[in-house]
């Protein structure tokens, strides 16, 4: 597969480490390793002792009489946590995907694993692919939004840069762990389809394409099985049918038994003890315990045998049982291409939502010559253990998700520097005290408000959020301070900062809208590049904004139920393959910015677009050509619809992309390809990927899910068109097709009916 995005230069160099071995060369090495272990040394490979009072967040013990130094597990998605300051504070994963930039997320990943490895980590916990179903769910931004074919490439990338530098990735959370409330006394009751084809996909890219070293067994049950108790998930599914060939650990103090979680497939307990806290030490559900299962015949001795091979087995394909180096949290990776990279992801994730007039970007003119800066948002933060409050500018959510911060770079000082550059004058006011804000903002040329809401982890409730979102209001009343700056100043730019999409009742009030989520440590560089037009804003939304009564389903928010007991709440999956924009497709609802959104400071024109089907799969080319005066970046998306023998499925699906870089007026053919399983969806009755033979494909090309101007059909089984039958592949204005809700047959009834399985 090739692609040819165009990437600015960023002064990193990475010493990738080669990975030339197979896992059967490093099943090889294991097994001779394994193979005068004895049981006790066995207990100590599975099961986690100092449950988060040591260095580690995570740990396994030292085998001394083999030379075995034990293993250090750390989070996380944005970098590594608890390292006092000493590690780069990177962007959210949800802006990191924004970019839609694969050699960028790419090189996230070996900037992180490269972080992790100089430490002595053996285990990042990272990356995380949550798919994004409601709004308002607490961990949106540890993931990459709705689309799981997205969301599988973005962790694919990733988990390929932390794996080059020889540091395991652990792709979690498996799986449909997509809410917080009562997340470890929960059930995600999903039917079997979507199971598949939606919450499996990014663990499919991950583990197949990219030999995942370690998968994380979630909190929460699916269809009444909790995950880490799952046999049919973790070991017929996931060991079985994907053939994953490394461990599987649960996530922290999710084992709640030891012969349901060790028999299901569970292979490494974090972080050993029954429950949190010093006191439980040595007080593990495994341990001794699985000894005593075998003994009475629970499971049999090849369980443990498996679970030991495994985890020994991923550290030889790493390369980590020789010469990996001693763990030491606190050296110094903060450096200044780690530093560069961060602002160069916050800029390029920045999302431009609206530019009325050419508002942006900023330049001295006689109309600009005095700029407001309004909002706490705008702020130096307080940095709270685990961003536990929201106080000054939001650089990260709340939880394990997020590091300690050296420094954050606050928006209103990197304004304040480049403005003096531009010989532009800046006045501010850092609250959000909205009548205050008005006077300040009034006598300014142009008004930036930096406003943000909050979510994160739901062991931390912060201004009464546990975790998830209570609403998708601005917090702090933002949309207040923005009424009555907008009231006073004609030129008002508004910039949020937030995990994911919030109300905007402001809109029509407010000449330009970036969305700058949550872009880490350089924040304020960041947000200033694009606002001064040094870096052309080239973000894209990866989920669809709307109000919350239009996405198909929400969070819930029931009292707290104890942690793997029968008392749980109850998450229908009832959209079953309809999240995101395709639910707004099926239902020919128009969302307030569309999946993939975003605008540039030039314009771009899609052209030419051919498709040609293969037996290895499609290879689809079109014309790309910067229509404006400056350069930028293009995300040309590709979209199917799939023959009409594959009943009840989306009008479309996100299958491809590219960015390419444009100089004014240049033209760039850019060629995108979708392999065998992108053209496969799950079948219930053969329980396998089908590709459709019969048939046709219709191929859409654009700028978002809302935008397709381009479309052309293409036979499923790859044959040329009669000449009648090529006219129905002329370039075409793409409109959403009406989805009939009358032709349901009992046989697709009964489809659904079968795709619930409960196990």
């Known amino acids: 597969m090739k692609f040819s995005s ?85 962007q959210a994963s ?26 002595g980590i053996n285990v990042a916990l990272a ?58 006394a929960s059930t995600s009751n999903v039917p079997e389809q979507a199971l598949w084809d939606v919450y499996m996909e990014p663990f499919y890219r991950t583990v197949i394409d990219g030999e995942a070293g370690t998968v994380m067994a979630s909190y929460n049950a699916i269809n009444g099985t909790y995950s880490t108790q799952n046999k049919r998930l973790l070991t017929d599914s996931l060991k079985g ?40 030490v040595d007080d593990s559900f495994w341990g001794k315990h699985i ?32 010469n990996y180096p001693e763990v030491n949290l606190y050296v110094d990776t903060n450096t200044k291409e780690n530093a560069a990279l961060n602002r160069k992801v916050g800029a390029d994730s920045n999302v431009l939502l609206k530019n009325a007039d050419n508002i942006l970007p900023l330049k001295k003119s006689k109309k600009v010559k005095k700029i407001a800066v309004i909002g706490k948002d705008s702020m130096p933060p307080t940095l709270c253990e685990d961003m536990r409050c929201a106080n000054g500018t939001l650089p990260l959510g709340w939880g394990s998700g997020t590091t300690d911060f050296k420094y954050v770079v606050d928006p209103l000082s990197a304004i304040t520097k480049r403005a003096k550059k531009a010989n532009l004058k800046v006045t501010s006011y850092g609250d959000d005290d909205a009548k205050k804000a008005a006077k300040v903002a009034k006598n300014a040329d142009v008004a930036i408000v930096f406003v943000q809401a909050d979510s994160g982890e739901e062991y931390i409730t912060v201004e009464g959020n546990a975790g998830d979102r209570l609403n998708l209001d601005l917090w702090h009343g933002g949309n207040e301070l923005i009424e009555a700056v907008a009231a006073v100043n004609k030129n008002t730019i508004v910039v949020i900062h937030s995990p994911g999409p919030v109300n905007v009742p402001f809109l029509d009030k407010v000449k330009g809208v970036i969305f700058a989520g949550l872009p880490g440590q350089e924040t304020g560089n960041a947000i200033t590049d694009v606002l001064f037009g040094d870096v052309n804003p ?50 020919e609802i128009k969302p307030t910015f569309p999946f993939g959104y975003g605008l540039s400071y030039t314009t771009f024109e899609y052209s030419d677009l051919e498709a040609d089907m293969e037996d290895d799969g499609l290879y689809v080319t079109l014309t790309v050509k910067n229509t404006g005066k400056v350069a930028g970046a293009a995300v040309p998306m590709i979209f199917l619809s799939f023959p009409e023998s594959v009943k009840d499925y989306p009008v479309r699906l996100f299958k491809g992309f590219d960015k390419v870089m444009l100089k004014a007026g240049q033209s760039k053919e850019v060629k995108i390809f979708i ?24 191929v859409f090309a654009g700028s978002n899910a809302s935008d397709l101007p ?42 659904k009916k079968r795709s619930y399985k409960l196990y």
């Open 6 to 90: 165009v990437l600015s230069t960023v002064a990193v160099v990475f010493a990738t480490k080669s990975l030339a071995i197979s896992w059967e060369e490093a099943d090889a090495k294991a097994r001779e390793w394994c193979k005068d272990l004895t049981n006790e040394e066995k207990i100590t490979l599975v099961t986690g002792r100092e449950n988060m009072t040591g260095v580690c967040v995570g740990s396994i013990d030292p085998i001394e009489r083999k030379g075995f130094k034990g293993i250090c597990l750390q989070d996380g998605p944005a970098g590594v946590r608890f390292a006092k300051g000493t590690a780069t504070s990177w």
């Open 94 to 119: 949800i802006n990191t995907a924004a970019t839609f930039d694969r050699k960028l997320l790419r090189k996230v990943g070996e900037a992180q694993g490269k972080e992790f490895y100089q430490r």
């Open 127 to 184: 990356p995380s692919m949550g798919i994004q179903r409601a709004p308002a769910a607490g961990r949106i931004f540890e993931s990459y939004g709705e689309d799981p074919f997205y969301v599988g490439q973005c962790g694919l990338e990733v988990l390929k840069g932390i794996q080059s530098q020889g540091v395991i990735a652990n792709a979690k959370h498996f799986i449909a762990n997509d809410q917080e409330n009562n997340r470890g």
């Open 241 to 280: 049918k994907l053939g994953f060939q490394g461990f599987v650990m649960s996530d922290w103090w999710a084992i709640f038994d030891v012969e349901k979680s060790f028999g299901a497939g569970t292979d490494m307990n974090m972080p050993g003890g029954k429950y949190w806290g010093p006191d439980y």
């Open 291 to 322: 000894l005593e299962c075998i003994e009475k015949g629970v499971f049999p001795q090849e369980r443990l045998d498996d679970a030991v091979l495994r985890i020994i087995r991923t550290m030889y394909k790493l390369d980590q049982m020789d």
């Open 538 to 587: 080239s973000g894209h939304l990866p989920y669809t904004w709307a109000p919350r009564e239009d996405y198909p389903t929400d969070v819930k928010y029931e009292p707290e139920y104890p942690d793997g007991g029968d008392k749980m709440t109850v998450y229908d999956y009832n959209e079953g393959l309809f999240v995101g924009y395709r639910w707004f497709d099926k239902n």
């Open 675 to 698: 392999d065998d399983h992108g053209l496969s969806y799950y079948d219930v009755e053969s329980e396998d990927y089908v590709r459709p033979k019969e048939g046709e494909f219709t």
């Open 710 to 751: 381009l479309k052309v059909n293409v036979l499923a089984n790859g044959d040329d068109y009669s000449e009648d039958e090529a006219e129905n592949g002329e370039e075409v204005s793409a409109e959403v097709e009406e989805d009939n809700e009358d032709s349901a047959s009992e046989d697709e009834k009964d489809l």
